[in-house]
Nanobody, 121 residues
């Protein structure tokens, strides 16, 4: 199985920065796309940023220019650097990956447990 553990969430003031990390562990043969999602109270979960295995990135319009996603393939880790944070960035942030456990199994989707980010005004 594959486990994801996020870290780095917390309370920050408007305009501040936070860096989130997500480490994947377990029986991992390969990881394709790695992403961050977020879910604010009363809202649906939304995609924040995605990075492919070759490093191509994509961002939600609401965070573009303020956020950087990166990955360390050797450590099966994905990062999310968020700057100029706003109160509307307050949410639980979830790590999501597509990974496979052997060279012949299909990629499966895995979620982390989430980490709370709170931006105070």
């Amino acid at each position: 199985q594959v486990q994801l553990v996020e870290s780095g969430g917390g309370l920050v003031q408007t305009g501040g920065s936070l860096s989130l990390s997500c480490v994947a562990s377990g029986s991992i043969f390969g990881i394709n796309t790695m992403s961050w999602y977020r879910q604010a109270p009363g809202k649906e979960r939304e995609l924040v940023a995605t990075i492919t295995s070759t490093g191509t990135t994509n961002y939600a319009g609401s965070v573009k220019g303020r956020t950087t996603i990166s990955r360390d393939n050797a450590k099966n880790t994905v990062f999310l650097q968020m700057n100029s944070l706003k109160p509307e960035d307050t949410a639980v942030y979830y790590c999501n990956i597509w990974a496979r456990t052997t060279h012949i199994t299909p990629f499966h989707n895995y979620w982390g447990q989430g980490t709370q980010v709170t931006v105070s005004s």
